[in-house]
């Protein structure tokens, strides 16, 4: 097939999008600036969690776009691609991962961060456990992990922009970079939300075009089947070899990303528990929508566009050749546009953690508004700085700890988040046990020890084992306190 | 040690009933999920696939069917026992 890159198109498109995304975060910024704010706790309330307003469309979107990232538009098809039907098996468990993050951490979670005044995500976790080894251990994991994970995203998008179109690399990469850092800087929570928002509804109209593009295409599904099958009778169906693949969805894409900061912190930032409800309904079926059509797309694309050297291409090879121009252009900012929504949001969590876990919890608990501010700027300055120079200079052993980033996370908060919630047995000898635990078993599982779990996915022991893990450091450990108790289940 | 009793915030009964219901929800669509895609597949030598609207059986059945299905047992579920909580 002719594969004429509308490159003119392209640049239009990311100019309009840029010129966009940085007038949302004006937008952000003179919303938040409105509000009236007498101290330096209401002032973090309006910036990094925007006041706790958002209604369920936009409650919806962003939560959407925070979780699901680049992975979901472009490395999953990718491993479509590859493998065929069972990836887009396996990924679909993620479709109701945004619902399940919404009941999970529910109604509870939400009043109970109002009620204490939580900003941050390891808020509830100083305040249910108590221990500064938790809160600590925390902090870190995201300071270190979460920054880690964000300057390789925008390294990874600027390179796939240059594969398929061209474009300079060092250029889009500044270009990607700048805009980001510029709208979620100045505009906050509500810069991030909004971009979300219309960054959803951009790709949710996407998802519709594409498809039908795809149907249009000569010779039809038949024709995609058939090569399929002539090429390799695996890609179609499930095989006991691929049958670990076709699971661990539920334990990579489903169950533990619930607990992630970036997604959760949105967890009590909504209105009303209709909002929130009605966005964990929706969120079903726009996950579903766009989780099925990208990696089923990534699957035809086997059979479309055979012999791609990166399947990492796949997606953006498949927009370029089958949509018209100028659709083209405006849908192939989509995967970035996946990217830049997940790592906002990132970037807010970091800076959160920097300024109202680290600083004011730790340096100065009595700061003041201008003070606050003036640590925040400094704080954003600084992440902005290194993510920067992460991008352009990338230490040797960044790749581990972005392999190990978001499964790493997930065994650490996982249960104590759950298990906090939920269990008023829990205390902090068990989190402490599970979160120190946790992160070196599921690096260690998956470096060393596949083998011994049938070559699962190193998640999935970790799960288990952690789970374990936590129960019964809990279990022989003292109770936790009354006061505590009170706190959490009390009026 | 102070084991005084005292007053529950009632809405975490409703919080926690729907933690639970959609938990309990989610495994049961990941069950059928698997059930579907994995008995038609599994069970068949290679090579033997029907194809229904362009894609694989299997496929059509748990990605396409069993998950709008699942989207409208989902409404119903919510629908039938979820309640509004003041936050």
Redesign the interface.
Known sequence: MERVIPVFEIIIAMIIYSVILILLGYMGYKVTSKRRVVDARGWLLEYFLGGRELTWLILMYTAVATIYSAGTFIGAPGLAYGGG?VW??TV??Q??SA??MF??A???Y??LG?KLGWVSYLDFFRDRYESRIVHIFGALGILIFITAYIAPQFVAGARLFEAITGLPYWQMLLLFLLIVLIYTWIGGFRAVVYTDLFQGILMTIGAVIIWAAIIAIPG???Q??ETL?KTD??L?????AT?PT??LG?FVF?LPTVALPHGMVRCMA?????DM?MA??IS??IV?LFS?SFQ?WGAFTRAVVPGLKVADHAIPTLIATTLPGWVAGIMLVAPIAAMMSTVDSMLLVVATTAVKDMYITYVNPEASLERVKRITVIVSIIISIVVVFVAFYPPPYLEYLVMYALGGLNAVFWWPFIGGL?WKRANKYGAMASMVFGLPFYIVTDRFLRPYFLMLHAAIPTFFIVGIVYIVATLLTPKPP?SII?KF??? | MNEEAFEEDERYKEATKQAKIAFMFWGFWVLVTLIIGLSMTLTRPLGQVNFILGFPDWVFYSLIVWQIVSLFIMLIVIKMFFKEVPI
């Open positions: 039907y887009p098996f679909s468990f479709h109701y619902f399940l009941f999970l529910g109604i509870r939400a009043i109002k039809g599904f038949s995609i089947n099958l009778p695996k179609v169906t499930v095989t006991w049958l076709a699971i539920i489903g909504y209105k009303s528990s209709k409800i964990a309904i079903a079926f579903t099925n089923l939920y009354m009170r289940w009390g009026k």
